[in-house]
C-alpha cells in the first residue's frame, strides 16, 4: 500500500484495522473499510465537501444513468492505455464511487489492479466505500495527496481542484492523467433559468508542469429530465447558490426538461 501519512509523510503500515507510521500516528479503518486521512489541522470547515443530503441527490442522479455515456468513455480510455500486468490508478474527488467502480471493472483482467478512491466528504466516502468493498477509499485532501512518490500509473480527475507539484509527485514517469473538464456549453440550459446574461463556460488552457498532453477530446449529447433529475443536477452544479426559489420550483415541477452536457476530455502523460 502507497499511503503516507498526513502529519510527517512517512509510509503507513497496516497493523489489524489501522494504519500506522514510525512515529506512531495512527489512523483507525471505518467499519466500511475506508480511513480517514484527513487530520483537523487539515481542514477548512467541520465538515468539508458534500452534505448528506447532496450526496444522495447526486447517487440518484448517477444511478439513472444519465452521465453513463461518460463513465464508461472515461474507463475505456484508461483501460486502453494502462499496462496490462500491475496497475495502480487512483480518482481523485471520486465522491461516491461511480467512475471509480466503472474504471475498477474495465481493469479488472490485469493480473494485479490497485484502485483507490480519495474524497474530501466523509459522507460520500462512506457509502462508497460500503459499496464497491474492493477499492480502496480514503477521506483526505486533493491538495495533500496521502500517497508515495511515483507510486500511480494514473490518476484520474473529474473537476476536481488538485496541485500540479502533487500529481507529478504521485504519478511515476511515463504515466497518465485523465482530466474532464466543463465544455463550452455544458448545461447551458441551466444558466439560461439563472442568469440574465449567459455566457459560455470559458475553456481553459491547463498545462500542468511536468506532463504533456497527449490527446483531447469532446463528448456531448443531448439529456431529458423529470423535474427531481434537473433539481439533483441543478445540486451538483457550482452555480446552485445563485438559483432563486422560483427556479428551484419551476425545476421540480417539469415533467422533460431538457439539456445539453459538454465534456472536455485530455489525456496527459508524465515526462
Not at 502529519?7 to 512515529?23: F, G, I
Amino acid at each position: 500500500m502507497p499511503y503516507l501519512c498526513p502529519l510527517c509523510q512517512q509510509p503507513l503500515a497496516l497493523v489489524e484495522r489501522s494504519w500506522r507510521c514510525t512515529n506512531q500516528h495512527q489512523f483507525d479503518c471505518a467499519k466500511e473499510g475506508y480511513v480517514n486521512l484527513l487530520p483537523v489541522q487539515h481542514k477548512r470547515s467541520k465538515q468539508p465537501g458534500d452534505s448528506a443530503e447532496m450526496m444522495q441527490a447526486r447517487r440518484e442522479f448517477l444511478d439513472a444513468g444519465h452521465y453513463q455515456p461518460l463513465q464508461q468513455r472515461v474507463a475505456a480510455l484508461l483501460d486502453s492505455i494502462l499496462p496490462a500486468q500491475t496497475v495502480n490508478l487512483l480518482d481523485i474527488g471520486c465522491g461516491e464511487g461511480y467512475y471509480t467502480e466503472a474504471v475498477s471493472q474495465c481493469l479488472s483482467q490485469r493480473t494485479t489492479r490497485q484502485v483507490y478512491g480519495l474524497d474530501v466528504s466523509k459522507v460520500a466516502i462512506r457509502y462508497a466505500a460500503k459499496r464497491y468493498p474492493d477499492i480502496s477509499f480514503c477521506v483526505a485532501s486533493s491538495h495533500r495527496l496521502p500517497f508515495a512518490d511515483r507510486s500511480m500509473d494514473a490518476v484520474l480527475r473529474i473537476y476536481a481542484p488538485c496541485k500540479a507539484s502533487e500529481l507529478a509527485r504521485v504519478i511515476r514517469q511515463g504515466g497518465y492523467l485523465l482530466t474532464v473538464a466543463p465544455g463550452p456549453r455544458h448545461l447551458l440550459q441551466f444558466k439560461e433559468l439563472i442568469y440574465q446574461q449567459v455566457k459560455l463556460h470559458e475553456e481553459s488552457e491547463e498545462q500542468p508542469e511536468g506532463f504533456t498532453r497527449v490527446e483531447q477530446s469532446a463528448l456531448s449529447y443531448p439529456m431529458t429530465l423529470n423535474g427531481e433529475e434537473a433539481a439533483a443536477l441543478l445540486q451538483m452544479t457550482p452555480f446552485a447558490w445563485r438559483a432563486r426559489p422560483e427556479v428551484w420550483g419551476q425545476l421540480v415541477g417539469e415533467k422533460a426538461f431538457a439539456c445539453e452536457t459538454d465534456f472536455v476530455l485530455t489525456l496527459w502523460q508524465r515526462d
